[in-house]
């Protein structure tokens, strides 16, 4: 790999990783890591099943389809992410940065990408879509659950990134599916 790439990628962990240590130590103050805490608990899942029970309890059998789109997504989404876990074996900023404060237990051992990012815009990108009033709802709920997984110490913002433009991407793919049917 030439110098100037090296030195490009180089800077660019150190800025994600200084990035990371900045944000972190916001959660020395009991108040943001608690609340952090609860968003990051809360997108462990619990909202968006609690979301898509919703829908069918508010929507009935027309609730059905954006259910279902978010569920099989929503799976897709959970393949991807494990799959790049295991592929890219890339450690937790806690664990690499001592000065980090690892404010939340992670549900598995690596870091890249954000499996929480991922699925929080997944599932607000299909839900916006059936239901765009719930847009004050979702998404800064979204992007909380993304500043979570950095402030508790989880993730490096890079991944936060990633894991949202994989959403994204799972996201839209998913839309290209859904209207073939």
Same mark, same amino acid.
């Given at each position: 790999?030439? =110098? #100037?790439? /090296? *030195?490009?990628?180089? +800077?660019?962990? $150190?800025?994600?990783?200084?990035?990371?240590? &900045?944000?972190?130590?916001?959660?020395?103050?009991?108040?943001?890591?608690?609340?952090?805490?609860?968003?990051?608990?809360?997108?462990?899942?619990?909202?968006?099943?609690?979301?898509?029970?919703?829908?069918?309890?508010?929507?009935?059998?027309?609730?059905?389809?954006?259910?279902?789109?978010?569920?099989?997504?929503?799976?897709?989404?959970?393949?991807?992410?494990?799959? =790049? #876990?295991? /592929? *890219?074996?890339?450690? +937790?900023?806690? $664990?690499?940065?001592?000065?980090?404060?690892? &404010?939340?237990?992670?549900?598995?051992?690596?870091?890249?990408?954000?499996?929480?990012?991922?699925?929080?815009?997944?599932?607000?990108?299909?839900?916006?879509?059936?239901?765009?009033?719930?847009?004050?709802?979702?998404?800064?709920?979204?992007?909380?659950?993304?500043?979570?997984?950095?402030?508790?110490?989880?993730?490096?913002?890079?991944?936060?990134?990633?894991?949202? =433009?994989?959403?994204?991407?799972?996201?839209?793919?998913?839309?290209?599916?859904?209207?073939?049917?």
């Amino acid at each position: 790999m030439p =110098l #100037k790439i /090296k *030195t490009y990628l180089y +800077r660019m962990h $150190q800025f994600d990783s200084n990035m990371c240590v &900045a944000f972190n130590h916001s959660s020395q103050y009991r108040m943001i890591r608690d609340s952090f805490r609860l968003v990051s608990r809360l997108g462990d899942g619990v909202f968006w099943y609690g979301l898509m029970f919703a829908i069918l309890v508010f929507q009935g059998s027309d609730g059905m389809r954006p259910v279902l789109h978010m569920a099989a997504a929503g799976l897709c989404g959970t393949l991807l992410y494990k799959w =790049l #876990k295991a /592929k *890219t074996l890339r450690p +937790r900023p806690y $664990q690499v940065r001592q000065e980090i404060n690892l &404010a939340a237990l992670p549900l598995d051992k690596f870091s890249f990408p954000s499996g929480h990012t991922l699925h929080a815009v997944l599932f607000s990108v299909i839900a916006l879509n059936y239901y765009p009033q719930l847009s004050v709802i979702l998404l800064p709920f979204t992007f909380m659950v993304g500043l979570s997984r950095v402030v508790l110490g989880l993730h490096y913002p890079s991944d936060v990134v990633a894991g949202a =433009l994989l959403g994204s991407a799972v996201a839209g793919l998913s839309f290209l599916l859904v209207s073939s049917f």
